[in-house]
């Protein structure tokens, strides 16, 4: 195993012997997992004087590194050259930088690079985070040797240094093209608000939408200020309704404008209706994309129906059946569909004005995997899924044991104390 700065100030020599200068960095080009090193960049002092291609090293040493030029053709006007479109610069762009680690999902300084030989090649396979490497560029390899490495693949990172952080987003395959959306989500948290604008405008807007429905709301606002208002209005048109009104609730009323007027007018009527509602209500934290059947229809038709158009996470594919004034009277979930259940489960109503923690309070007691929402006429306008329910156990740091107790104790009223009723099947 090699490491970088071991070979940095090494000296270069022509085909005749002279010293022509040191090595003052390695390239590679961006694209394979381990890319090879492509070029090195000789001179004094940290002044480069020429760019040498990799074909023309004869060996690599420690010691020394030995050319198969001449020194006039290793100092000829022109030698130094511009970096390609995907090259990058080890040292200056790597060593001592901040990265952050796709698989570990945290940000972290590069202590070390490391490489490898591979046949007649050098191939970057990782780098060293942490303080161990530090201790072996001190010259403490005692004090290295008793601390714990820390090594990251080269292909689990992304870096954050300005030409690394640009490359690797205009190069399919590399550092955050590779993530789904949560953990894309994981790494948008950690970057300044304009690199992680650049990481959402380069990836496929799907998985930067699936992004900002994973991170919190405050950093997805904080991120569609960030990008081109066309890009705003897309990223919020592709995230789940009930995601988009939750990052929307904390934008100023102008800015929530401006990003509907971008948006297909169903959406944008929609969004506008949920974010009428208080962000602290059944109707505030409900999904309006909900499945309904009407009262008679046959279960077998229902599942044909669930089957041929699978639904996402929102509402955990509960169908509500409404009658003819669109009034919740029952739901099928998924298990019901399954089992072949002809009659449909009786469940609470939630009106829309009903505290949040109410809500809570109510899913506790209750075994469903949603609840319709329904409006003061007591017609069905959406519904709130057990996964909106724990985002708001989550974002109050998971409650102990003892509001469990108290959510016990004051269940056996709360039906009546509410007034909430059950929808039967008629």
């Keep these: 195993m090699l490491v970088l700065s071991d070979l940095l100030g090494s000296e270069v020599r022509a085909v005749e012997g002279a010293v022509v200068g040191q090595l003052i960095d390695l390239t590679i080009e961006l694209g394979d997992d381990h890319p090879a090193i492509r070029r090195l960049a000789v001179g004094h002092r940290r002044q480069i004087t020429a760019m040498v291609d990799w074909h023309a090293v004869l060996s690599f040493e420690h010691e020394a590194v030995q050319l198969t030029l001449s020194s006039d053709e290793v100092g000829r006007p022109g ?21 952050f680690d796709i698989d570990g999902k945290r940000l972290a300084r590069v202590a070390e690079v490391l490489l490898t030989r591979s046949e007649d090649e050098i191939r970057v ?3 060293e985070v942490g303080a161990a490497g530090v ?6 390899r005692g004090l290295a040797g008793r601390t714990p490495e820390q090594v990251v693949d080269w292909a689990d990172l992304h870096l954050t240094s300005a030409r690394g952080h640009a490359l690797q987003l205009a190069t399919p ?4 093209h590779r993530l789904d959306g949560a953990a894309l989500a994981a790494v948008v948290a950690h970057l300044s608000t304009a690199k992680a604008a650049a990481v959402l405008d380069a990836v496929a807007s799907d998985v930067a939408a699936s992004a900002l429905s994973a991170s919190h709301p405050g950093v997805a606002g904080r991120l569609l200020k960030a990008v081109s208002s066309t890009t705003a209005s897309s990223l919020v048109g592709r995230m789940p309704v009930d995601d988009a009104t939750s990052v929307l609730r904390g934008l100023s009323t102008e800015a929530v404008d401006a990003l509907l007027v971008g948006l297909h007018s169903d959406r944008a009527a929609t969004l506008r209706r949920l974010l009428a509602h208080p962000a602290d209500t059944a109707g505030g934290l409900m999904n309006t994309e909900v499945q309904t059947a009407p009262v008679g229809e046959s279960v077998g038709a ?38 072949g259940r002809e009659q449909p489960r009786s469940v609470p109503t939630l009106p829309a004005s009903l505290p949040v923690q109410q809500v809570i309070d109510l899913f506790a007691l209750q075994d469903h995997l949603a609840l319709p929402v329904v409006d003061t006429e007591g017609v069905l306008i959406g519904a709130v899924a057990v996964d909106d329910v724990l985002e708001e156990l989550l974002a109050e740091r ?22 909430i009723r059950l929808a039967r099947p008629r």
């Design 125 to 127: 396979v990782a780098v």
């Design 135 to 140: 201790w072996r560029r001190l010259g403490l």
């Design 79 to 99: 030698a130094v050259g511009e970096l390609g479109p995907r090259e990058l610069r080890l040292a200056r762009d790597v060593l001592d930088t901040q990265i």
């Design 173 to 176: 395959g590399t550092g955050v």
């Design 302 to 339: 229902i599942r044909a129906r669930v089957a041929a158009e699978v639904p996402g996470l929102a509402g955990l594919a509960t169908v509500f059946v409404v009658d003819d004034e669109g009034h919740p009277v029952g739901i099928f979930e998924p298990s019901d569909l399954l089992a």
């Design 398 to 419: 998971l409650p102990g044991q003892g509001r469990y107790a108290r959510m016990h104790r004051r269940g056996q009223s709360l039906r009546s104390r509410l007034g």
